[in-house]
């Protein structure tokens, strides 16, 4: 904290690639590291560039193309690319270091949930499932599409109406799935989430996806951290692989008070009420 009103929030993300343009990766990939800002109610001030690539085996217009991405990103974000570092690596990897500002009063948590909350969510997620998918080339150009202008877009008018409306409890949703995020607020909140799952928005194409098998590594490792803290209910296979799928770039999952549920909702209208928090039961997540 700098001030009575002024603190600094800052975070750092980074990643390989998940789609073949070097442009769009490099705006998801500067999208993912500035949601962190944006899940704690900051505004974004100066970014670094953080790159690895490796050297001599790709033209120079690969690693321009996905600096580009991450600047526009930036810029959009109203924000500055303030210089980076890069190391030569066997694969590719980009994000940022991300500094914001944020009033220290009003920072956004996953800490604050409290019962009575309704949990809303504002991006559909299936981000996972879909990149492998496209990289198996199995997922057809409108679906890929869906996906890439999600994981491209700015948690920014989430963060700013969380604020707007009251809201105190967010968090972004990332590689640990909806369930992994949302069992971060249960336990720092000491609450119970039910979610309901008929009511979580999903990427078109997601589950025919899974259907075919698509799965991914990530999703193994949630599933095993997850499967003493939920309550799975009549959760199928397929709803389970969706609900634990790692997202990149995901939206943000907050709990916004009864009374000001309308409000966020005009305010943010891709956004989705999914559940509510329960005062704490035996399990952190229950699934109906």
Same mark, same amino acid.
């Given at each position: 904290?700098?001030?009575?009103?002024?603190?600094?929030?800052?975070?750092?993300?980074?990643? !390989?690639?998940?789609?073949?343009?070097?442009?769009?990766?490099?705006?998801?990939?500067?999208?993912?590291?500035?949601?962190?800002?944006?899940?704690?109610?900051?505004?974004?001030?100066?970014?670094?560039?953080?790159?690895?690539?490796?050297?001599?085996?790709?033209?120079?217009?690969?690693?321009?193309?996905?600096?580009?991405?991450?600047?526009?990103?930036?810029?959009?974000?109203?924000?500055?690319?303030?210089?980076?570092?890069?190391? +030569?690596?066997?694969? +590719?990897?980009?994000?940022?270091?991300?500094?914001?500002?944020?009033? $220290?009063?009003?920072? =956004?948590?996953?800490?604050?949930?409290?019962?009575?909350?309704?949990?809303?969510?504002?991006?559909?997620?299936?981000?996972?499932?879909?990149?492998? !998918?496209?990289?198996?080339?199995?997922?057809?150009?409108?679906?890929?599409? /869906?996906?890439?202008?999600?994981? %491209?877009?700015?948690?920014?008018?989430?963060?700013? !109406?969380?604020?707007?409306?009251?809201?105190?409890?967010?968090?972004?949703?990332?590689?640990?799935?909806?369930?992994?995020?949302?069992?971060?607020?249960?336990?720092?909140?000491?609450?119970?989430?039910?979610?309901?799952?008929?009511?979580?928005?999903?990427? $078109?194409?997601?589950?025919? /996806?899974?259907?075919?098998?698509?799965?991914?590594?990530?999703?193994?490792?949630?599933?095993?951290?997850?499967?003493?803290?939920?309550?799975?209910? @009549?959760?199928?296979?397929?709803? %389970? @692989?969706?609900?634990?799928? $790692?997202?990149?770039?995901?939206?943000?999952?907050?709990?916004?008070?009864?009374?000001?549920?309308?409000?966020?909702?005009?305010?943010?209208?891709?956004?989705?009420?999914?559940?509510?928090? =329960? !005062?704490?039961?035996? =399990?952190?997540?229950?699934?109906?």
């Amino acid at each position: 904290m700098l001030s009575d009103g002024l603190a600094l929030v800052q975070t750092v993300d980074f990643f !390989a690639p998940i789609v073949d343009d070097p442009y769009t990766f490099g705006q998801i990939a500067a999208a993912n590291a500035l949601s962190d800002v944006y899940a704690m109610g900051g505004e974004p001030l100066t970014a670094l560039n953080i790159l690895a690539f490796p050297s001599g085996k790709l033209p120079t217009e690969v690693i321009t193309e996905i600096l580009r991405g991450g600047q526009d990103k930036v810029h959009e974000a109203g924000a500055l690319v303030v210089g980076g570092h890069s190391i +030569i690596d066997e694969e +590719i990897k980009y994000g940022l270091a991300v500094t914001g500002r944020a009033d $220290p009063g009003r920072l =956004l948590t996953n800490a604050a949930a409290a019962p009575g909350d309704r949990l809303l969510l504002t991006k559909p997620i299936g981000t996972g499932i879909l990149a492998t !998918a496209a990289k198996a080339g199995t997922l057809d150009a409108a679906a890929e599409s /869906a996906m890439l202008d999600s994981m %491209r877009a700015l948690n920014a008018e989430a963060s700013r !109406a969380a604020l707007a409306h009251g809201v105190c409890c967010a968090t972004d949703i990332t590689g640990f799935g909806l369930l992994g995020h949302a069992s971060h607020i249960a336990r720092a909140s000491g609450v119970t989430l039910l979610l309901r799952i008929a009511s979580v928005p999903v990427l $078109p194409g997601t589950r025919e /996806a899974v259907r075919r098998g698509v799965r991914t590594g990530g999703a193994e490792r949630n599933a095993a951290f997850l499967e003493p803290l939920v309550q799975w209910g @009549a959760a199928s296979a397929e709803d %389970r @692989a969706i609900l634990i799928d $790692p997202q990149t770039s995901g939206g943000l999952l907050v709990a916004v008070a009864p009374a000001r549920v309308d409000e966020f909702l005009r305010a943010v209208p891709a956004a989705v009420e999914i559940g509510e928090v =329960l !005062a704490a039961g035996s =399990l952190p997540i229950v699934l109906e």
